[in-house]
């Protein structure tokens, strides 16, 4: 069965500063998508970004980019010029191809963002 | 404009009532789903709908029961109310089952 490990319950990051996010997941797929969701106070589910496994090029929006490590099952999100309105819960999710996609989520990884 | 809509926002009932959400998307999707984020924010997928058949239900206590009357609607009628139903249900939506889904705004259940 799948997995997606997120590791840093929870973070910190000075206003204008750039913030990593760490994410791993387990799958013996080789087609699959991977996406950064955010979950700001308000509770609204955003979606980030979305990475295909299948391309090597990291997927970027903006200030916010991924490392995608198809070797290392490695997905981190990272947030460049942090603004007081990235502060959120940020969700890694995991989506296979064979049999029902669904996704599979992380347990997330609080981000607060300092003034 | 509102692209996946539920109602209602907040619900709060008593244990063994029967309560129902509703979720409409203007999208134009073919694909749609009910989660539940539990108070520690996991999120599971509880159901997905494609053109209105049943794709997807994880292991749901049978009081769960989604339904679909057209494309653009999902809806979840629960029955017979427990403390640990207490969370908050998101529906989203998708053009097809490999596509991003776009999340509504959840209803935060609360059963007393």
């Known amino acids: 069965a799948q997995t997606v490990t997120q590791s840093q319950p929870e973070m910190s990051v000075q206003e204008a500063e750039t913030v990593t996010l760490s994410c791993t997941y387990d799958?013996?797929?080789?087609?699959?998508?991977l996406f950064w969701y955010k979950q700001p106070p308000s509770r609204q589910m955003i979606l980030v970004i979305r990475?295909?496994?299948?391309?090597?090029q990291n997927a970027t929006e903006n200030r916010f980019s991924v490392n995608f490590q198809k070797a290392a099952k490695s997905f981190s999100l990272k947030i460049s010029d942090s603004q007081l309105g990235d502060t959120a819960m940020y969700f890694c999710?995991?989506?296979?191809?064979?049999?029902?996609?669904?996704?599979?989520f992380g347990t997330g990884t609080r981000l607060k963002v300092l003034a | 404009d509102t692209a996946v809509s539920q109602t209602p926002k907040y619900l709060v009932t008593q244990m063994g009532n029967d309560k129902s959400i509703k979720c409409e998307q203007n999208?134009?999707?073919?694909?749609m789903y009910w989660y539940k984020q539990d108070s520690k924010k996991f999120l599971k997928i509880m159901f997905s709908?494609?053109?209105?058949?049943?794709?997807i239900n994880e292991t749901v206590p049978n009081r769960f029961s989604p339904k679909s009357p057209d494309k653009a609607h999902l809806n979840l009628h629960i029955n017979s109310l427990e403390l640990g139903d207490s969370a908050v249900y998101f529906c989203?939506?998708?053009?097809?089952?490999?596509?991003?889904?776009?999340f509504g705004p959840g209803t935060r259940l609360t059963v007393l």
């Open positions: 989203a939506s998708s053009q097809s089952e490999v596509d991003t889904q776009y």
């Open positions: 999208l134009g999707h073919d694909t």
């Open positions: 990475q295909e496994a299948y391309k090597q």
């Open positions: 799958t013996s797929e080789n087609n699959y998508y």
């Open positions: 999710a995991f989506m296979g191809t064979s049999g029902t996609y669904k996704y599979i």
């Open positions: 709908y494609n053109n209105k058949e049943l794709i």
